[in-house]
Every structure is written in C-alpha cells, then in structure tokens.
C-alpha cells in the first residue's frame, strides 16, 4: 500500500504525463507527415521541460536542505489600520530595528509550549534578513537545526547587536526566559502588545488574532510570519503617531518637527521658553561615570551601602 502511495504520487503526474504523450506519438509515428512529428516533438519536448522542473524543485527545495537566516531585501509588510482616539503612551520611533517573537502555542509562560525563534531586522521599511531558531519542531525534518533555549537567545543577540527590540507581550517574554534560563535577564523590550491597545483597542490576544486583523491572509510557510506581523505592527504605529502630531501641530500654528525623535522629545520632555534671547543653548550633560549600561543576559549587582 505504501509502494502504491509512493507510485502514484501526485508530484509525478507531469512526468506521467510526458510518458502518455510519448507513447501517443509513437503510436501515430507511422500515420502523419514529417511537418507534423516535428510538431508533435516540440509539444513533448515542452512536457519533458515541465515534468523535470517539478521533479528537481522537490529534490531541491526539501527543508532539510533550507537555509534559516535568509535574505529577504523586500518591502515590509504594512496595512494601515491605527487610529489614535485617546491619550496613548510615546515610544520612540526608530528607522532601523529588529522584530523579535517567540512563536508559541499559548500565552502562558509557565508552560512549555514556545516551538520557534523568530526575529527579522528592518531598516527604513525593508527587510533586510530574517533568523529563525527551531526549538521544538513539528516537522520532523528540522530537528537538526534545534538547539537548547540559552544558544538560541545567545545567537539572537549577536544577530540584534545593538538596535532596538520590538516584541509582542513583554511579560510573557520577560517571564518565559527567567523561568527556562533560571536567571535574570536583562534585555530591553518595546512592547507592541501596547501598541495595538492604542492602534486598534485590542489587547491580550495572540499575535494571530494581530495577523487576521491586519490581513495578512499569504503568510502561508512563511517561517518568520509572526516576527513580520510583529514590525508591522510597529510600522503602523510610526505612521499613525507622525499623523496624528503632524495634524495636531498644524491645528495649533505650530511648525511640524524635523525628526521623529524630536518629535517624541518634544511631547515628553519639553524644553522651556529662554527668558532672554540671547540666552545660552542647553547643552546635555554627560552620564556619571558610576552609571552604566548591564549587558544583555547578565545580572547587574547593586551594592547597598553598609550600615556601619
């Protein structure tokens, strides 16, 4: 039964197709002209090309012989569909960043139920490259490619070097990764969970509540698809904010901003009116030299000063 399921195989039926018009023409060899066998070569030379190219591409294309950090360089995904009704919370608005997701079955960190790494690097609205960590595959075919939780943030760190992290539920992220290192991590998010509470009033919902929402229906395979939905998400809701201060500033007589980061500044910290004109520029002080950044993945220790 096996055999028969191997034979009969629906990825052969271009090759049995060449057969079956191969034995036609050698059937009617003997009863038409040369103009006309010639004719008949050419259509069963067309039938070969078609059945070779199906028999190599799933030699070729197999997912034991992909590659899981690919280039993309593409357009990213984007469907405008924010709209900021109320007060919403400013983050910074970056050109260039990674989105990162921990594919997953649940949203309950406790369990273990987290099946892939996925993130993609974004530079001004192109994907730039993608890297995708299985870790508990359904597909038997990528169980090679799997390798322990603690090697997979490693790599992904090393892959996000120093640019910005957009992620969706911080707190399932934050808690997953001190419960299955069994440390303290020190990575820092920008959650587009919250994003989508301010975009689209929705909140606590997976991110394939985000992708059906935002119609992105041809995902299909795609192994990066929920990191993608996650950009996009961030994407939106750069143009929705630089909309709404745009009309906003031209409502009030202001001038619009020269920059989204000034643009942020200026709603979080604004600088107060000189009294004099000829007053000095504010210049910014530089940090303590006892403050510091933690790396990503170590424990900072803070001494607390002894009683004596």
Request: proline fraction near 6%; avoid cysteine.
């Given at each position: 039964?096996?055999?028969?399921?191997?034979?009969?195989?629906?990825?052969?039926?271009?090759?049995?197709?060449?057969?079956?018009?191969?034995?036609?023409?050698?059937?009617?060899?003997?009863?038409?002209?040369?103009?006309?066998?010639?004719?008949?070569?050419?259509?069963?030379?067309?039938?070969?090309?078609?059945?070779?190219?199906?028999?190599?591409?799933?030699?070729?294309?197999?997912?034991?012989?992909?590659?899981?950090?690919?280039?993309?360089?593409?357009?990213?995904?984007?469907?405008?569909?924010?709209?900021?009704?109320?007060?919403?919370?400013?983050?910074?608005?970056?050109?260039?960043?990674?989105?990162?997701?921990?594919?997953?079955?649940?949203?309950?960190?406790?369990?273990?139920?987290?099946?892939?790494?996925?993130?993609?690097?974004?530079?001004?609205?192109?994907?730039?490259?993608?890297?995708?960590?299985?870790?508990?595959?359904?597909?038997?075919?990528?169980?090679?490619?799997?390798?322990?939780?603690?090697?997979?943030?490693?790599?992904?760190?090393?892959?996000?070097?120093?640019?910005?992290?957009?992620?969706?539920?911080?707190?399932?992220?934050?808690?997953?990764?001190?419960?299955?290192?069994?440390?303290?991590?020190?990575?820092?998010?920008?959650?587009?969970?919250?994003?989508?509470?301010?975009?689209?009033?929705?909140?606590?919902?997976?991110?394939?509540?985000?992708?059906?929402?935002?119609?992105?229906?041809?995902?299909?395979?795609?192994?990066?698809?929920?990191?993608?939905?996650?950009?996009?998400?961030?994407?939106?809701?750069?143009?929705?904010?630089?909309?709404?201060r745009a009309k906003s500033e031209k409502k009030s007589g202001l001038k619009p901003l020269t920059s989204l980061t000034q643009k942020i500044k200026s709603t979080t910290n604004p600088v107060p009116e000189k009294s004099e004109v000829n007053a000095p520029q504010p210049k910014i002080r530089p940090k303590p030299s006892h403050e510091h950044t933690s790396s990503n993945l170590k424990e900072?220790?803070?001494?607390?000063?002894?009683?004596?």
């Amino acid at each position: 039964m096996d055999i028969l399921k191997k034979v009969f195989n629906r990825k052969f039926i271009y090759a049995y197709i060449f057969l079956l018009l191969l034995l036609v023409f050698l059937y009617f060899n003997n009863k038409y002209q040369k103009d006309e066998i010639f004719y008949g070569m050419i259509y069963i030379l067309v039938g070969f090309m078609i059945s070779l190219f199906y028999v190599l591409k799933d030699f070729i294309y197999t997912p034991d012989r992909l590659q899981y950090k690919q280039v993309i360089m593409e357009d990213a995904l984007f469907n405008h569909k924010g709209e900021i009704i109320e007060d919403f919370e400013a983050y910074p608005l970056y050109d260039e960043f990674i989105a990162f997701h921990l594919s997953r079955k649940d949203e309950d960190p406790y369990n273990d139920t987290v099946t892939s790494l996925q993130a993609v690097r974004y530079k001004k609205s192109k994907m730039i490259d993608s890297l995708y960590i299985p870790l508990k595959p359904e597909d038997p075919l990528l169980n090679k490619y799997v390798i322990p939780l603690n090697e997979a943030i490693g790599r992904f760190l090393r892959y996000a070097d120093s640019l910005p992290i957009i992620i969706y539920n911080q707190p399932f992220t934050h808690t997953y990764l001190n419960i299955k290192l069994d440390k303290e991590v020190h990575i820092s998010f920008i959650d587009a969970m919250k994003m989508s509470k301010d975009l689209y009033g929705i909140t606590n919902k997976p991110i394939s509540h985000l992708q059906k929402y935002l119609g992105f229906y041809n995902l299909g395979g795609d192994l990066v698809k929920d990191a993608k939905v996650v950009g996009a998400i961030y994407l939106d809701y750069i143009y929705t904010v630089s909309k709404h201060r745009a009309k906003s500033e031209k409502k009030s007589g202001l001038k619009p901003l020269t920059s989204l980061t000034q643009k942020i500044k200026s709603t979080t910290n604004p600088v107060p009116e000189k009294s004099e004109v000829n007053a000095p520029q504010p210049k910014i002080r530089p940090k303590p030299s006892h403050e510091h950044t933690s790396s990503n993945l170590k424990e900072e220790t803070v001494k607390k000063p002894s009683n004596t």
